[in-house]
């Protein structure tokens, strides 16, 4: 059950993905938040696009003696040749409709978007969403795949998330002020875990059957003043590496320490000041964890820290929370602290590795107090702009059974493993697939069952795929 995620608590933080997004035109990257206060997660922009191989910058002896007038930008696609196999050919468009913009030669063009009205794009206004769907199951032919978060239904066909949002950025280039929003509506078996569960508010129980849903996770206004922005309403958390939103995860399921040692939203407010273009610090209150905008727990809660980029190649965050989840029929929901780091790395130009660290300690509830940590490690490979490569390794350990629950029940106190591999195919520019295998095991106390297969098991063997198409 989710609702052990209100009486616990956690911490984590973000860290800037290099890369630009494609000039004009909504990628992946644009479907999240803005740069500020936004998590970090995986976008295709950071390291899945890349130059072909026959655009090689020239060296300082090759320049022109004059300045010349640059060449449109190269696009790609397969041109069938009579007796021969087929070959790449350049172009400058492959089509101005969405089934024109297909993968071809290892490289994509500009994906395609859903017409925006004038009224709105004279005020910097883009309206756009996506749709997910897929199927994940177990070797034991079970119709519930355990503990493992969003992909917990087994051996079934399931619509995701269908998902639309209405955005402006505020972007002040460093100097004036400047304005923005963000408006996200989501329904599929996604929507009930995205709910302000936390204090029952908002758009809790907006449910249509046991499994599909509706929530607005976000609904917020940012203020930016020169390098400051400030973020007030119902928010994405900045907490973590995965996140909510398909588009930007490499994988399919996602990691415990995701789904059980974080939140997923908040409702306050958010500073995120710009230092310098590598270095933001973060400071704000939040009504605790997963909460609408009453309240109901009268819960206060902290939530800061540092984004640093090292260098060109590493970045270093740390966020800190703390504070209050206040109180339920007169039962303390106790305090919270939590720290967390996220460390990148590009090993090389097509490979990346992610270390995140995570530490929660929930004290003061009047029964048990409860702590978690973990360390998850991600090696995330691009081959080109349309195929991708990824491992991901996970250990979370949920000391007191207070995280993790059995059966939808109460948890144990032990230790959970998971290795996941997988594939992004990115067949057309709106289009991705996501195959994953995993294999998950479990080391600890059994007092409550076990954690796979109605409680008989310690470990499970699964799998899936998904597809996404964004407009």
């Known amino acids: 059950m989710r609702i052990a995620r209100t ?3 956690s911490m ?5 993905a290099a890369g630009s997004a494609l000039a004009d035109q909504p990628t992946a990257s644009d479907l999240r938040q803005p740069l500020s206060v936004q998590q970090v997660a995986f976008e295709y922009d950071s390291y899945l696009s890349f130059a072909p191989e026959d655009e090689v910058s020239p060296s300082p002896s090759d320049a022109p003696a004059v300045a010349e007038t640059p060449a449109p930008a190269k696009t790609y696609y397969y041109q069938p040749q009579r007796g021969k196999r087929r070959a790449c050919r350049s172009c400058n468009s492959c089509g101005d409709g969405f089934f024109g913009r297909t993968c071809c030669c290892g490289n994509l063009p500009d994906p395609w ?3 925006q009205p004038c009224a709105l794009q004279r005020r910097g206004i883009t309206v756009g969403g996506w749709f997910s769907a897929g199927v994940y199951a177990n070797e034991y032919d079970n119709d519930n795949n355990g503990p493992l978060g969003f992909n917990n239904v087994g051996n079934e066909f399931t619509s995701n998330q269908n998902w639309i949002y209405l955005s402006r950025e505020a972007d002040t280039g460093g100097y004036g002020v400047d304005w923005g929003f963000r408006f996200d509506y989501v329904f599929g078996v996604d929507g009930p875990d995205t709910q302000a569960f936390g204090d029952q508010s908002w758009d809790f129980g907006w449910n249509s059957t046991d499994e599909y849903g509706s929530a607005i996770p976000q609904l917020y206004f940012d203020l930016a003043i020169d390098d400051l922005t400030i973020r007030m309403g ?5 907490i973590g590496y995965e996140v909510v939103p398909a588009p930007n995860n490499f994988f399919y399921s996602h990691s415990y320490t995701m789904y059980y040692g974080e939140p997923f939203t908040h409702t306050g407010f958010l500073m995120d000041y710009a230092y310098a273009d590598n270095l933001h610090f973060y400071g704000g209150w939040t009504a605790g964890w997963d909460t609408g905008f009453s309240n109901n727990n009268d819960a206060s ?3 800061g820290g540092i984004a640093w980029d090292m260098t060109d190649r590493a970045s270093l965050a740390w966020m800190v929370t703390f504070g209050e989840f206040g109180y339920v029929g007169g039962q303390s929901l106790g305090d919270v602290y939590g720290n967390s780091i996220v460390f990148t790395y590009e090993l090389a130009e097509r490979l990346t590795y992610v270390l995140q660290h995570d530490l929660g300690v929930n004290d003061n509830l009047g029964v048990a107090d409860s702590e978690w940590y973990g360390l998850n490690q991600y090696l995330l ?4 702009e349309c195929w991708g490569a ?5 250990w979370f350990r949920d000391d007191d059974g207070a995280r993790v629950p059995i059966e939808g ?3 144990n106190a032990g230790d959970y493993y998971a290795l996941t591999a997988g594939l992004n195919w990115r067949p057309h520019a709106n289009i991705t697939v996501r195959p994953e295998l995993r294999y998950d095991w479990y080391d600890g106390s059994l007092a409550n069952g076990a954690p796979f297969d109605d409680g008989t098991q310690t470990h499970q063997f699964s799998g899936g795929f998904d597809f996404i198409v964004t407009f």
């Open 301 to 303: 809660t902290f939530l």
């Open 390 to 394: 990824g491992l991901r390794f996970e």
């Open 7 to 9: 009486v616990t608590a």
């Open 113 to 115: 978007t859903i017409g």
């Open 381 to 384: 490979y691009k081959i080109n």
């Open 234 to 238: 119902h928010f994405y958390t900045p």
């Open 12 to 16: 984590m933080l973000t860290v800037f």
């Open 409 to 411: 029940g109460p948890g």
